[in-house]
């Protein structure tokens, strides 16, 4: 899931958590037992008709966020067509795009604190065995919520390089990249010690 709640509001938002995420998961296993080429391309075109339905807005928001699998796209047909089966390269390109499609449509239309309150009540049975309930929905609350951000991190190292250089950004964004990013935990980090932490750190 590679989005954060779209500003648009859909009927979508007002949908269970619960019943979204077990859709997500019924399709993306559709989605990978299907192995047929026109069914991968019926499914894209349904996914891509999802985002259409609630307005122009909406669809560029969402393609906007689906943009960066262009690379893992390219990747994947160019490797295919190489190794001389361009149609499985197409199926598995398909199945990428509509799964990450459909998870980011859940993410769009559900607010994260609804989520957390789905993985909270999966986890719950769990507490009986002394897992930590807080730190597991505070870690996807985290990737959920900062993998938007690191991606418009690293578009603008690589808007800034392209505005200082000819030549192509390629590797050496990586470790100024990889600062911006400790940089962000270690400020996560202080703000959640300035907060108490977790709950189990404080019974310690």
């Known amino acids: 899931m ?63 966020r689906l943009w960066p699998l262009w690379p893992f796209v390219v990747v994947l047909i160019a490797w295919h067509l190489a190794t001389g089966v361009p149609r499985e390269g197409a199926m598995i390109a398909l199945r990428m795009l509509s799964a990450v499609g459909l998870a980011n449509l859940v993410t769009m239309t559900t607010a994260l604190s609804d989520m957390m309150a789905v993985v909270n009540w999966l986890l719950r049975p769990f507490a009986r065995l002394g897992v930590n309930l807080r730190g597991i929905e505070l870690a996807a609350a985290m990737v959920i919520r900062f993998t938007p951000v690191l991606a418009q991190k690293g578009s603008a190292l690589a808007l800034a390089w392209r505005a200082r250089s000819r030549r192509r950004a390629g590797w050496r964004v ?31």
């Open 2 to 64: 590679i989005s954060l709640t779209s500003p648009v509001k859909t009927r979508a938002h007002d949908w269970p958590a619960g019943g979204k995420l077990l859709a997500l998961c019924l399709a993306s296993v559709a989605l990978f037992a299907a192995r047929d080429l026109w069914l991968q391309i019926g499914a894209a075109a349904g996914v891509l008709t999802l985002y259409a339905l609630p307005g122009r807005i909406f669809l560029r928001h969402g393609m906007r």
């Open 174 to 204: 990586i470790v100024p990249f990889m600062v911006l990013a400790l940089d962000d935990a270690d400020h996560v980090a202080e703000a959640l010690r300035a907060r108490g932490g977790f709950e189990m750190d404080n019974r310690r």
